[in-house]
């Protein structure tokens, strides 16, 4: 069985996180697991400050230390355990049909998604972490982007149920096999599609939108086809704008100015300048 993993640590996002996890399982027909990951380097299992003796040490202070290190880490969890709670009710509030388990780990977000990944259909993020301000950047989201194979979706401080998205489209391979990932699942199914390209050579554009739009039309989808002009990010941010568009989707690493644009820096610059959901398909 394949699930919608949600990750939860208490940021703002987290609310956001529930909720789009509650949709995307409504969607997918899917369960969901609300995963919470205590940061290992924050809350270490064992404090080791051996190293810390020499001048001027007194050790009855670092046994002290230990002790304390180690009640923080115990409250840690068990915050998790209560946010954990809090959030199934959440979900299950806004979804009551929807099957949903909570799994707390210890350890490394990345590492422990890779072991989930097997049975991930989609992993929800918040586009902050807990220690980040508003259009910061969680220290694990790019990693996570750049490991996991499985669909991403990023939110941000709120999540409301999308009504039409907005579909990058750069003719690449990679492209094309986002877009097959669209068209044979049914999580965007009744969403108004717009399939926006970033060209100067309009003829050439619109002759490849059209072949990308009928490869939507034809399993029901209503899509819109529009070409624009100069630098991606301020385009595709105009168009969405424009016409209202409540979540983005977008195929990871292509071979294009798309490429170009989502490669490195640039995908932080996209995340971080985003009003709305970015759904990752890699």
């Known amino acids: 069985m394949k699930y919608v993993i949600a990750c939860i640590d208490g940021s ?11 949709w995307a ?12 990951v205590l940061d290992k380097s924050l809350y270490p299992t064992q404090l080791d400050l051996s190293g810390n003796i020499g001048l001027g040490t007194r050790e009855h202070l670092l046994d002290e230390m230990v002790i ?3 009640r923080r880490s115990k409250l840690a969890l068990e915050q998790g355990k209560f946010m954990l709670e809090d959030a199934k009710k959440r979900v299950v509030g806004q979804q009551p049909t929807a099957l949903v388990e909570t799994l707390q780990r210890h350890g490394d977000l990345v590492e422990t998604l890779l072991e989930q990944e097997p049975k991930a259909r989609l992993v929800v993020l918040g586009r902050q972490g807990e220690q980040h301000q508003e259009h910061a ?7 996570v982007i750049r490991t996991l194979k499985q669909p991403i979706l990023v939110v941000m401080a709120e999540f409301t149920a999308p009504k039409r998205f907005i579909f990058a489209y750069d003719g690449s391979a990679t492209a094309k096999k986002a877009l097959n990932q669209v068209a044979t699942s ?12 970033v060209s100067d050579n309009q003829s050439q554009a619109t002759t490849e939108l059209a072949a990308a739009a009928d490869s939507l039309s034809n399993v029901d989808f ?3 086809t529009a070409v624009c002009k100069g630098e991606v990010q301020t385009a595709l941010e105009a ?9 983005m989707v977008m195929g990871a690493y292509g071979h294009s100015r798309i490429r170009e644009f989502f490669v490195g820096s640039n995908t932080t ?3 971080s300048k985003s009003r709305i959901p970015l759904l990752l398909l890699r």
Do not use: R, W
């Open 12 to 22: 703002k996002a987290t609310l956001a996180v529930c909720d789009a996890s509650g």
């Open 25 to 36: 399982a409504m969607q997918l027909n899917a369960p969901v697991t609300l995963l919470h």
């Open 68 to 70: 304390l290190e180690g």
């Open 137 to 143: 950047i969680g220290s694990h989201l790019e990693s």
């Open 186 to 197: 049914p999580m965007l199914k009744g969403l108004e599609c717009h399939l926006v390209m």
């Open 222 to 224: 209503s899509v819109i």
């Open 239 to 247: 168009y969405q704008v424009a016409n209202q568009i409540d979540l």
């Open 269 to 271: 610059k996209m995340i």
